[in-house]
């Protein structure tokens, strides 16, 4: 190729406060929410909602909770995503350059490209660490490449990784990882919990305006009209995963976790879903969160603490929580292949 200038590759995780001091996580929540593609309502109403509602409170809350997720290393999903970048970095080779941003608090993604012009990068494949798309994560981050891309002289050429939701390389990881707790124990139900998101960024995501969420079938598959649908990518994920893992139908259950505020939210939701099937009878249940490749707050601490403990206090016995792909080897050659998948600039 001609030029001299070298390739790299950017994993874009979601973000995380720098320590779990309130200060910390005010900030990042701040940077957080005033994104409109998070919050998308109008700059007065989002600006009043933040300030007035949330960050008063919020921040205190949210760091008594990471408090108990924070390890030596720091916070998981950082120590998480840059070991996954190590494992990268190590079956690239020291042809490309790998780099690790966060869309909010640090390292941040001006930093990155930063970097990356530094050592001589100038063909770079953004790869956003959200297997299903959603304008809040997987948009917001992908906007913010390009902007900050576009600040500097000589812009990189750019190259995105589209989502990987159903993907063998993405499915194949989370099996090798789950398998061994799917083993474990004859589960009476496994639950695949998603981040949730408001009902709107759903339908606003269908550009025929007739298909999501208008149905109770509406995600049974991918077509024209949802192919950018979060919800339906959610659920095609965990029909692969449960296929692959051989989990009979009748014990599959898709459920969506971290709600904010009183507008609807896509259902059912992981908290209710939880309590529901303990009082039912069941007393052994697993649970993985395939929306995430990296364990975080809403992993460790949401699941596998908060609602573990729900579980029990409902007349359920085992709540398991699966670990995120992380940087397990499987995932790491997954990140590879569809890495490469994306652009001729790794091969």
Sequence with gaps: MAGTGRAGLLLINL?????????????????????????????????????????PVRPRRSGEAYEKIWTERGSPLLFHTEDLAAGVRQRLGDRVEVGVAMRYGSPSIASALARFKKAGVDRIVVFPLYPQYSSAATGSSIEKVFAEAGRLWNVPFLQVVPPFYDHDAFIGACASVALPYW?????????????????????????????????????????????????????????????????PEGKRI??????????????????????????????????????????????????????????????????????????????????????????????
């Design 15 to 55: 973000g995380t406060p720098d320590s779990p001091k309130p200060g910390d996580v005010r900030r990042y929540l701040r940077e957080f929410l005033s994104d409109p593609r998070v919050l998308d309502i109008p700059a007065l109403s989002r600006w009043l909602l933040l300030n007035l509602v949330i960050l």
């Design 254 to 347: 898709v459920c969506f976790q971290s709600r904010l505020g009183r507008t609807p939210w896509i259902r059912p939701y992981t908290d209710e879903v939880v309590v529901d099937l303990a009082r039912s009878g069941v007393k052994r249940a697993m649970i993985l969160s395939p929306a995430f490749v990296a364990d975080c707050l809403e992993t460790v601490e949401e699941l596998g603490m908060r609602a573990a403990d729900s579980f029990r206090a409902a007349g359920g016995e085992t709540l398991r929580l699966v670990p995120a792909v992380n940087a397990a080897p499987a995932w790491a050659d997954g990140v590879v292949t569809l890495a490469r998948e994306a652009s001729a600039w790794l091969t």
């Design 183 to 247: 083993t474990e124990k004859a589960w009476e139900k496994v639950l695949f919990s998603f981040h949730g998101l408001p009902e709107r960024h759903c339908t606003k995501s269908d550009e025929t305006g007739a298909h999501c969420l208008k149905s109770a079938t509406c995600c049974d598959r991918i077509v024209a009209a949802n192919r950018n649908c979060y919800r339906a990518q959610c659920f095609a994920t965990a029909r692969a995963l449960a296929d692959r893992l051989g989990v």
